[in-house]
């Protein structure tokens, strides 16, 4: 089992800044991929990030350029830096561990808000 809490949400401004942290605890080991899902109001939960085993990153159009993931192995923490936010991210953020051959972890979500 792997336990996942999510951190670092709030409400900001148009053009801030956020740092959202994922702290895994539990039988943390075989991770395939570690990544960030959003869900706004009325829509469907979408992807955002990823980081691989082998420390490959990938992020979904709507934030290259401006959203960056991390992992902190001797913390066992995740992170998505987010700069220059957009009222469209506005979200539930989720950060999910995708074990090899095995289930999938998600956390129970950090709510971010952009708005003036």
């Known amino acids: 089992q792997v336990q996942l809490v999510e951190s670092g949400g709030d409400l900001v401004q148009p053009g801030g800044s956020l740092r959202l942290s994922c702290a895994a605890s539990?039988?943390?080991?075989?991770?395939?991929?570690m990544g960030w899902y959003r869900q706004a109001p009325g829509k469907e939960r979408e992807w955002v990030a990823v980081?691989?085993?082998?420390?490959?990153?990938d992020y979904a159009d709507s934030v290259k350029g401006r959203f960056t993931i991390s992992g902190d192995n001797t913390k066992n923490t995740m992170y998505l830096q987010m700069n220059s936010l957009k009222p469209e991210d506005t979200a539930v953020y989720y950060c999910?561990?995708?074990?090899?051959?095995?289930?999938?972890?998600w956390g129970q979500g950090t709510q971010v808000t952009v708005a003036s």
């Open positions: 980081i691989t085993d082998g420390g490959r990153t």
């Open positions: 539990g039988s943390i080991f075989s991770i395939k991929s």
């Open positions: 999910n561990y995708q074990i090899v051959l095995g289930p999938s972890y």
